[in-house]
């Protein structure tokens, strides 16, 4: 390929800053879950910069947003960029943002420097990737790539009892595109912090991503007795919140008798009627397990499970347990990693490849392209925080990593 093509960096970081005011923290991270008043402001100014980009903008029926620049042969199948814009509660400002609007830039980039492609480009923000607010993560991509049934997610509610349905109207993103592949693409590429410490510790500038963790998302309520606390002697409780204890330090314990790469979390937990003198009476909890190895993902949700049975019959109360998602491990095909690799030297910067342990978009578009991914640095491997950072330095290397391979993909005329 040509000269490499540089990103503007000023430009990106403004980009980057601009996205951060719609649901910024006090603590100088996001509160913006998918589908809220944050996420839709969000969403207006992506739309905004896309037709400023000169990009023809649709939005699907899940509400994921696309933004298309045509290339020279309009037969070609086109690449797709981008990851998403919803975030974690009181999360940080680069996990999915800097993706997106990374994928912005390399479209200004282009156009700055005259460039056409063979292929279109097309540029995505996937709705609701996070699953925090409405599970499963990956949701908009999982409709997207038929691996998730629309009308059921639509149905999906948060804690407060709002259908997914009705959170995309109100924030007047239920598109009318369908959410579906209309055509065939020929590659995908995201680019996302790490959100762990591997690259820190090797001093690498940007990661090429191989592959991504299969992983599992499941609930599980035990169902007690309600009693005063003063007056119900010990042996006749049936106490919700200490089979959920049980069963939490039982999964904390899992990984160590699994594979290396194992990890498993339980990372909510609803205690009702959560009042100081009432033993609970019911307590439900989450779980996700991840692994590089499906097999063990499954072995692990086997455990899980044994374990909920056992906690609830150790303290005589029921277990209703409900698998939420279950995606799995991923391993990107050559093509795409060889065009991030291949970038990465280019450029003269110092790549490390390596597996996500985190769950992307790109594990969900996998199963209908050739996907692929580039990693900037977490700085001390923390993400799903306020305390998230990644220098600018290192944005701008992964910027343009990521613009060189998505170039690549796209085949310069
Ligand atoms: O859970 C994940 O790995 C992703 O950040 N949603
Ligand atoms: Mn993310
Ligand atoms: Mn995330």
Redesign the pocket.
């Known amino acids: 390929m040509d000269a490499a093509i540089d990103v503007d960096r000023d430009r990106l970081l403004d980009s980057l800053r601009a996205q951060a005011e719609f649901g910024a923290t006090d603590g100088g991270g996001l509160h913006r879950l998918a589908l809220s008043p944050a996420d839709r402001a969000v969403r207006d100014w992506f739309v905004d910069a896309l037709t400023d980009a000169g990009l023809s903008v649709r939005v699907d029926a899940f509400g994921n947003v696309f933004g298309r620049r045509e290339g020279t042969d309009p037969d070609a199948a086109p690449v797709l960029l981008g990851s998403h814009l919803d975030s974690q509660p009181r999360g940080g400002i680069y996990?999915g943002a800097l993706g997106v609007v990374t994928a912005v830039e390399f479209v200004r980039t282009l156009d700055d420097a005259g460039i056409d492609t063979r292929r279109p480009v097309e540029v995505v923000d996937w709705t609701n990737?996070?699953?925090s607010r409405f599970q499963p993560?990956m949701q908009g991509s999982g409709v997207w790539a038929g691996a998730l049934d629309l009308e059921t997610q639509y149905e999906r509610t948060d804690d407060d009892g709002v259908r997914v349905v009705d959170a995309l109207e109100r924030i007047g993103y239920r598109g009318d595109a369908p959410a579906e592949q209309r055509e065939p693409y020929d590659s995908y590429l995201e680019l996302h912090v790490e959100?762990g410490p591997a690259l820190e510790t090797a001093g690498a500038d940007v990661g090429v991503v191989t592959g991504i963790v299969g992983l599992s998302w499941g609930r599980v309520a035990f169902h007690g007795r309600p009693d005063h606390t003063g007056t119900t002697p010990m042996h006749l409780r049936s106490d919700a919140l200490v089979a959920a204890a049980d069963l939490t330090t039982a999964i904390r314990r899992l990984p160590s008798t699994l594979g290396d790469r194992t990890v498993a979390t339980v990372g909510s937990l609803d205690v009702d009627p959560d009042s100081i003198n009432v033993v609970p009476e019911r307590a439900e909890l989450t779980w996700d397990v991840r692994d590089s190895a499906d097999d063990v993902v499954d072995q692990a949700v086997d455990r899980v499970e044994a374990e909920a049975a056992a906690a609830a019959a150790r303290e005589g109360v029921e277990a209703d347990v409900e698998r939420l998602l279950r995606a799995p491990a991923v391993e990107f095909p050559a093509r795409p990693v060889d065009a991030a690799a291949d970038a990465v030297d280019a450029l003269g910067y110092d790549g490390l490849r390596l597996v996500s342990g985190?769950?992307h978009d790109a594990s969900r578009v996998a199963s209908v392209c050739d996907a692929g991914m580039v990693f900037a640095v977490s700085e001390g491997g923390r993400s799903?925080t306020e305390a998230e950072y990644t220098a600018p330095a290192d944005c701008y290397r992964a910027a343009n990593a990521f613009a060189n391979a998505a170039l690549r993909l796209a085949e310069p005329v």
């Open positions: 996990d990737e996070e699953g993560t959100q985190a769950a799903h």
